[in-house]
């Protein structure tokens, strides 16, 4: 999933490019997580009051991870397309890419193409993310 991260001028620096390219390397490890359907691999790259925001609405990391464990929510694809716009704050980073992905929700398939914004901090040494927020792309 991980492509180039889309640092400002105004923000190179080896420090921040550097957390960029990590980024941008975590982004793709989950998103490989989340095509193996193991709950507790995804659940490494989140933290635990994690969310995500989408057009049903807000779901917990408890709730999302109980879909993947039932086998009811399977995803056999999940791909960055394109350039990944990474801004680092502090400990704190902003991860927004367009992605295309296929997921089967009880049986029936469904192909998404979606924006999707995630927020990470970094907590001892590693960044989790604790919000996910999905639109659908026209």
């Given amino acids: 999933m991980a492509e180039a991260a889309d640092v400002p001028a105004e923000q190179q620096d080896?420090?921040?490019?550097a957390v960029a390219a990590l980024l941008a390397a975590v982004a793709a490890d989950w998103a490989a997580a989340i095509v193996s359907d193991d709950?507790?691999?995804i659940a490494e790259f989140m933290a635990d009051e994690w969310v995500m925001?989408?057009?049903?609405g807000?779901?917990?990391?408890t709730e999302f991870l109980s879909y993947v464990e039932s086998g009811e929510l399977t995803h056999s694809a999940m791909e960055l397309t394109g350039?990944?716009?990474?801004r680092v704050y502090g400990d704190t980073a902003v991860f927004t890419g367009r992605v295309t992905n296929t997921a089967h929700h009880q049986g029936r398939r469904f192909d998404a193409d979606e924006w999707t914004t995630d927020v990470f901090v970094r907590r001892d040494g590693r960044w989790l993310c604790v919000l996910s927020q999905i639109t659908a792309a026209r």
């Fill in 39 to 41: 709950a507790a691999r």
């Fill in 58 to 61: 807000v779901s917990s990391k």
């Fill in 83 to 86: 350039r990944a716009r990474i």
């Fill in 14 to 17: 080896s420090g921040t490019e």
């Fill in 53 to 56: 925001v989408s057009e049903t």
